[in-house]
């Protein structure tokens, strides 16, 4: 057992990802009681400060999604109350969540990110109105994570009705060149790449309910690529992972084109943690079980905190 300590399993929150949240802390906590730790299950909503008093937790499990869950503003809070917790710190979180921050820092380390343009709320009519964009794009938040405000267009005409969805989560638009190719889901723990996972949908993208419906998306693990194909998305994902400062596990999002270059699409610090999550999943090929997975995690919060 690496602690006797009391542990809090962070999850819910406010965020769009809420139901997601939910599902990986339940996963998350059931191990951890199976293995014997003293865990409790919180729902961290705006009273999750007066929570963690009350159950008087000494470590936190953050399972949460999006929102002020992911993007540094509860490792902040749970600096301050001097807890110990899994995952990345403030400014990893911070900047992994914030697409737009965490590509200038890909872009300067030499990784390869999809050609884009980012809108701004105040000046996306002009700047819609004026763009000459050829298809497929990809149009999506800067801020948040699950596929949540996410559209593939194939006409131009698509275009205004995909930008207004995505302001519906935010202020800021990234708009991308399509890659067409592979899409490839790296799992990172600590300072190893455990390895990598293709998806296919059955239909569209990789969309929300691609991912958390059962039987909408094909798994393909290892993926179907080179040796060197493979190797060189895993180097890529291990190197955004470290650029970005991260700790702990991490799922890094890729897409590898026809001519086997991996481009960098997302970090995602705090990744699902549910039955159909990719991270389980890659894990596992890796000769890693659900339960060591969460272990493991628990093991290098601890180590960051001595």
Known sequence: MVTDKRIGVLMGGVSSEREISIRSGEAIHNALKEMGYDSVAIDAGKDVAEAIKREKIKVAFVALHGGWGENGAIQGLLEVME?????????????????????????????????????????????????????????????????????????????????????????????????????????????????????????????????????????????????????????????????????????????VDKDGTPYVLEVNTLPGMTATSLLPKIAKGAGIGFGELVEKILEMALKNSE
Do not use: W
Request: with cysteine.
């Open 83 to 255: 807890i110990p917790y899994t995952g990345s710190g403030v400014l990893a979180s911070a900047l992994a969540m914030d697409k737009v921050s965490s590509r200038k820092i890909l872009e300067q380390e030499g990784l390869n990110v999809p050609p884009y343009i980012v809108l701004d709320e105040k000046d996306s009519k002009l700047k819609v109105k004026d763009l000459r964009l050829k298809t497929p794009l990809v149009i999506k938040p800067s801020k948040e994570g699950s596929s949540v405000g996410v559209s593939v267009i194939y006409k131009i005409e698509e275009l205004k009705g995909a930008v207004e969805k995505s302001f519906d989560y935010g202020d800021r638009v990234i708009i991308e060149d399509f890659i067409n190719g592979k899409e490839i889901h790296v799992g990172v723990l600590g300072d190893r790449a455990l390895g990598a996972i293709e998806v296919r949908p059955k239909e569209g993208f990789y969309s929300y309910e691609a991912k958390y419906t059962p039987g909408l998306t094909d798994y393909i693990y290892p993926p179907d690529l080179t040796d060197e194909e493979y190797r060189y998305a895993l180097e890529s994902a291990l190197k955004a992972h470290i650029s970005l400062g991260c700790d702990g596990a991490t799922r890094v999002d890729i897409m």
